[in-house]
């Protein structure tokens, strides 16, 4: 974007493939402003970003509980060109990660009953991320994270419990 706000739709790229780290090049003009939005997520994912609107919407019908893939990190960097020069980005979360959790599980297996699956929902939850301003928008979605398998090859953060579930939220 200029500094402005204007996107700069010929410099927009949208197919990057990131690996943990990725590589991105501009030819840009010396003594100019400029922002970048960075925005990284699972193919699958329920997510529509527009740059030009600078907005990412969540599509949450039939979003499943449990799921790594709706994982997401972003980036909003405004820089000055002063000549060639690098730039590193670190994308962040824009979700806060729920995790909920037990401490009886084993006590509950013992008892016979294992859940295997679980389910969450969520009131007043937003479903706009502003890109340009970090507010989100849309408080009033009631999202139902469908039933899915409990996480079982990931540890619960906190010593002496078991995940029953794990969602990502705006």
């Known amino acids: ?13 949208t197919d990057a493939t990131i690996n943990i780290t990725a590589t991105v090049s501009f030819k840009l003009v010396t003594g100019n402003k400029y922002t970048a939005i960075f925005w990284a997520d699972n193919d699958d ?6 740059f030009g609107a600078k907005t990412m919407t969540i599509g949450y019908t039939g979003v499943a509980c449990n799921n790594e893939k709706l994982d997401a990190f972003y980036a909003k960097h405004e820089f000055t060109v002063k000549g060639a020069q690098t730039e590193t ?8 990660q729920l995790n ?22 969520v009131t007043k939850l937003g479903d706009v991320l502003n890109l340009w301003n970090d507010k989100v928008e849309g408080t009033d979605a009631e999202i139902t994270f469908n039933y899915a398998a409990i996480p079982t090859t990931e540890t619960f953060p906190v010593a002496g419990y078991e995940y029953l579930a794990m969602n990502y939220l705006l």
């Open 1 to 13: 974007y200029d500094e402005t706000g204007a996107e700069l739709t010929a410099l927009t790229k």
């Open 45 to 50: 994912a329920p997510y529509t970003v527009d």
């Open 89 to 96: 980005i670190e994308l962040r979360r824009p979700f806060a």
């Open 100 to 121: 909920i959790g037990t401490s009886d599980y084993t006590a509950s297996a013992n008892a016979g009953y294992t859940p295997d699956q679980s389910f969450v929902k």
